[in-house]
C-alpha cells in the first residue's frame, strides 16, 4: 500500500503541474507548453500582389511579435482549389496549432477545414468567407475576419457612375463562381448600377486572372461598342481589362472601376483609365487573422464577424 500511495502522490503533483503550465495569469487555458504556436497561413494565388501583400503583412506582424512560428503558402493561380486543399491538409499532417484560411472556394474548403478541426486545430477564415450554410452543416463555427465586400463594390461603383452619368451602359467582370467574396462585389456593383440609373449589358467571369480579362473583356467590347464603364471585381482583372480598352482603341473612352488597391493599379488611377480601387487591408486581414488564431490557441472563445475596413480609392487618394 506505500509504494501504490507514492504512486498516486506522484501522479497528482504531475497533474497539478501540467494544470499549472496550462493556466496563464488571464485565466485562459493553453496546451501545456510544447514551444512557440505554430501557425500555418493559407491564401490564394501569390501571383497577385493582393496576397503578396499578405504574406508580407504577417510575416511583419509576427517578427514583431515574437513567438510565433508562421509557415505563410499559397496557390499558383486562383482557380487552384485542389491545390489549396493539399495546403491545408499538409498543414493537419503537420500538426500545427492554428490554421489561419482565405478560401479560393467558399464550399470546397469545408471538408479540409472540418479534417482541421477534428484534429484539434484551430481555424480562423480571413478575406473570403466561407458559406454559412455549409458550415452549419457541417457543425462548425469557424470566425471570419474580413471586409464588407458588397459594400466596397458598391462605392467603387458610385464613383465610376459619377464619372459616367446615367443610362451609360456597363460590363461586370466577375471573380470565380462560388467564391463568396466574388459574388458579394457582384451584388455591390448591381447595387450601384440600379442606384444610379447605369445599364448592365454582360456580367461575365474571368476567374480573377488578367489575362482571361483580357481576352473576356476583349469580345464583349468587339459585341457592344457604345459601352463607357467596366466593374472588374479584382484590380487584376483591371489591368487586363485596360490592356483590351486600349487594344480596342477605346483608351479614356471606357472607364474601369475595381477593388483591392494593388501597386500595379495605382498609375491606373493616376491617368484616370481607373476610376476606383477599394482598399481593404490585406495586411491588417493577416494579422488579426493569426491574432485571433492565437487567441484561440489559448482557449478563448472566438466567433462570428469581425469586420474589417473598406476604403474608396480615387485618383486624388491613390496613394
Known amino acids: 500500500m506505500p509504494r501504490k500511495s507514492s504512486v498516486v502522490a506522484a501522479a497528482a503533483a504531475i497533474a497539478l503541474t501540467a494544470a499549472a503550465c496550462g493556466q496563464e495569469s488571464n485565466g485562459l487555458t493553453v496546451p501545456p507548453s510544447?514551444?512557440?504556436?505554430?501557425?500555418?497561413?493559407v491564401m490564394k494565388s501569390l501571383a497577385n500582389e493582393f496576397f503578396k501583400n499578405m504574406k508580407k503583412g504577417a510575416e511583419d506582424y509576427v517578427a514583431g511579435q515574437g513567438g510565433i512560428?508562421?509557415?505563410?503558402?499559397?496557390?499558383?493561380?486562383?482557380?487552384?482549389?485542389?491545390?489549396?486543399?493539399?495546403?491545408?491538409?499538409?498543414?493537419?499532417?503537420?500538426?500545427?496549432?492554428?490554421?489561419v484560411l482565405a478560401p479560393a472556394d467558399s464550399t470546397a474548403l469545408i471538408a479540409s477545414v472540418k479534417k482541421a478541426v477534428d484534429a484539434g486545430i484551430k481555424v480562423v477564415n480571413i478575406d473570403v468567407e466561407l458559406e454559412a450554410g455549409a458550415l452549419r452543416q457541417a457543425n462548425l463555427d469557424v470566425p471570419f475576419?474580413?471586409?464588407?465586400?458588397?459594400?466596397?463594390?458598391?462605392?467603387?461603383?458610385v464613383e465610376l457612375a459619377k464619372?459616367?452619368?446615367?443610362?451609360?451602359?456597363?460590363?461586370?467582370?466577375?471573380?470565380?463562381?462560388?467564391?463568396?467574396n466574388g459574388e458579394l462585389r457582384v451584388k455591390g456593383f448591381k447595387d450601384a448600377i440600379q442606384e444610379n440609373q447605369l445599364v448592365l449589358v454582360a456580367s461575365r467571369t474571368a476567374n480573377w486572372e488578367?489575362?482571361?480579362?483580357?481576352?473576356?473583356?476583349?469580345a464583349l467590347l468587339t459585341a457592344n461598342a457604345d459601352v463607357k464603364g467596366v466593374l472588374a471585381a479584382n484590380d487584376s482583372m483591371a489591368l487586363g481589362a485596360v490592356k483590351a480598352i486600349e487594344e480596342a482603341g477605346l483608351g479614356g473612352k471606357v472607364k474601369v472601376a475595381s477593388f483591392d488597391n494593388i501597386p500595379a493599379i495605382k498609375p491606373l488611377l493616376q491617368n484616370g483609365s481607373v476610376v476606383a480601387t477599394v482598399e481593404q487591408h490585406a495586411t491588417s486581414q493577416a494579422a488579426r487573422g493569426i491574432d485571433q488564431a492565437i487567441r484561440m490557441v489559448k482557449g478563448e472563445k472566438v466567433t462570428g464577424w469581425q469586420k474589417t475596413p473598406v476604403e474608396v480609392k480615387t485618383k486624388s487618394a491613390a496613394g
Do not use: F, M, W, Y
Open 34 to 41: 510544447s514551444g512557440d504556436p505554430k501557425i500555418c497561413l
Open 69 to 99: 512560428k508562421l509557415t505563410a503558402s499559397g496557390i499558383p493561380n486562383e482557380t487552384d482549389v485542389d491545390g489549396q486543399v493539399a495546403e491545408v491538409e499538409k498543414c493537419v499532417t503537420q500538426k500545427v496549432d492554428a490554421i
Open 145 to 157: 475576419v474580413g471586409p464588407d465586400n458588397r459594400e466596397g463594390a458598391r462605392l467603387a461603383g
Open 163 to 180: 464619372v459616367l452619368g446615367p443610362r451609360s451602359k456597363v460590363i461586370i467582370l466577375e471573380g470565380i463562381p462560388g467564391a463568396a
Open 210 to 218: 488578367t489575362d482571361q480579362a483580357h481576352s473576356v473583356l476583349g
